[in-house]
């Protein structure tokens, strides 16, 4: 069983949809969970970080996470344009400070 | 604050060239730093990570190999590079004090012909 599990989409939502992206993970003693947005051809950028369980909410990015079902997710509402975008999650624990990333989804949100 | 950069932006190589790819962070000190390649359909693949200036640790044998002569300089560097070695090349930087939060430099794409 791989450690991050993601699906890669694609994922292509009419302008103003709710998003809903979502990753698995096997490794229970993951405690760190981010979730990047990655431009075509640029470095991704960290956009939610959370530690342990529970919501995150930043502007229209929801992050939650469920450690009971070793499942995350990102939730974007009245999604854009410039939200097309390939989407990472990131899952960290121990003291390595390694993060295993999913293969990420590639969304589209047309005009 | 803070910022991190790569040069090159692009790369062009023959195959059995040397690479060198340098990282430099601004702003901070002491970052952990990390060097991952990403390749089409793989996703984000970690090569070296740096705990501290006198620790670097490998996560895949190959003909890659990465140094750090500076508390915020991080290089990655080959004697020989084979095709498979082309892809996108992303440096990335953590607060020793925010342990898990990476940020990304904005990469170098490097094509071995």
């Not at chain 1, 009245?78 to 990333?101: R, V």
């Not at chain 2, 952990?32 to 996560?59: H, K, M």
């Amino acid at each position: 069983q791989k450690e991050v599990e993601q699906d890669p989409g694609p994922l292509s939502v009419p302008e103003g949809a709710i998003v809903s992206l979502n990753c698995t993970y096997s490794n229970s003693a993951f405690q760190y969970f981010m979730w990047y947005r990655q431009y075509s051809r640029k470095g991704p950028e960290l956009l939610m970080y959370t530690y342990s369980s529970g919501n995150k909410e930043d502007g229209r990015f929801t992050a939650q996470v469920d450690k009971s079902s070793k499942y995350i997710s990102l939730f974007i509402r009245d999604s854009q344009p410039s939200d097309s975008a390939t989407y990472l999650c990131a899952i960290g624990g121990g003291s390595n400070y390694k993060l295993t990333f999913g293969k990420g989804t590639l969304l589209t949100v047309n005009p | 604050s803070q910022t991190i950069h790569q040069w090159p932006a692009t790369l062009v190589q023959p195959v059995g060239s040397p690479l060198s790819l340098e990282c430099t962070v601004e702003g901070t000190s002491n970052p952990n730093l990390y060097w991952y390649r990403q390749a089409a359909g793989r996703g984000l693949q970690l090569l070296f990570y740096s705990i501290g200036i006198d620790q670097i640790s490998s996560e895949v044998p190959q003909n890659l190999s990465a140094s750090r002569p500076q508390d915020r300089q991080f290089i990655l560097s080959s004697k020989k590079l084979l095709l498979s070695d082309s892809g996108f090349y992303l440096c990335a930087w953590t607060p020793v004090s925010l342990s898990y939060e990476q940020y990304f430099g904005p990469g170098t794409r490097l094509t071995v012909t």
